[in-house]
């Protein structure tokens, strides 16, 4: 189970949402008994900065993104950050090719918008209960 120090990055350039998402983290890491921080970014680069940063366990993620997108923040995280990261991507890009590529690139989930909270909470809640290394959604066949 997560500790008291569990932090939570949100990248996403709408401000509705980025707190839409915070407010369902909120409630999953509450039903857990978790203490999260998180902290809410609207670019890639932000997010990158952040997750240097706190060293989140998840990190929810629109793929566009200024600066750096979704899929190259996947990657760099992947070379570059000492800590692990699980990274749930929420995004308006919801064609099964970019679904393939954002699990194959090593997301642990893929949801498009507008997204199904209850399939959300549920990611939430096997990342702050198993850790980043939750079991990722299987990229399936294009």
């Known amino acids: 189970m997560a500790n008291a120090s569990t932090h939570v990055v ?7 949402t980025r707190e839409q998402l915070a407010t369902l983290v909120t409630e999953v ?3 857990l008994g978790v ?31 200024e600066g750096l997108s979704g899929l190259t923040l996947l990657r760099r995280l992947a070379v570059e950050s000492k800590a ?39 990611k939430i809640h096997r990342v702050l209960t198993d850790g980043p290394e939750a079991v990722a959604d299987s990229p399936a066949r294009i």
């Open 35 to 65: 203490e999260v921080k998180i902290h809410q970014v609207s670019t890639g680069t932000s997010a990158f900065a952040a997750c240097s940063e706190h060293k989140p366990q998840l990190l929810i993620s629109e793929v566009m993104l």
């Open 84 to 122: 692990k990261t699980a990274v749930v991507f929420v995004t308006d890009f919801s064609r099964d090719h970019d679904r393939y590529w954002g699990l194959r690139n090593g997301a642990v989930a893929y949801l498009a918008k507008p997204f199904d909270e209850n399939a959300l909470r549920s």
């Open 29 to 31: 890491s509450a039903s």
């Open 10 to 16: 949100i990248a996403e350039p709408d401000a509705a």
